[in-house]
């Protein structure tokens, strides 16, 4: 993706990469420390981990959590699902 003289601002950016359909969802957040792009993955579980490449001169990325699979116990039992449903652990539950 180009990202040209219209896209070189934060919510320029968040807007373009949205409209990309990348798979991410992109939004810019604001705290005491300024502002910052924020990208999340629309792929949960351990399969929406992300990777930024490319030309990134002068940029920093930090990965604030890795994309992982839901895991829980149930009656002892590991279970792990790639989303954050799961089904079919508990008979007669929906």
């Known amino acids: 993706m180009t990202i040209g003289s219209t896209d070189n601002t934060l919510n320029g950016l ?17 705290d005491a420390n300024g502002a ?3 990208l999340v ?3 949960p ?4 981990g992300i990777t930024v490449s490319g030309n990134t001169t002068g940029l920093t990325f930090n990965l604030a959590a890795s994309g992982s ?7 002892g039992v590991p279970v792990n699902s ?3 449903t799961v089904a079919g652990v508990i008979p ?3």
Request: glycine residues 10%.
């Open 14 to 30: 968040s807007a373009a990469i949205n409209a990309q359909n990348l798979g991410v969802t992109a939004s810019v957040i604001t």
């Open 36 to 38: 910052r792009l924020a």
């Open 41 to 43: 993955s629309n792929t």
């Open 45 to 48: 579980g351990s399969a929406g």
């Open 69 to 75: 699979n839901a895991s829980l116990t149930v009656d």
């Open 82 to 84: 790639a989303s954050n």
């Open 92 to 94: 007669g539950s929906l």
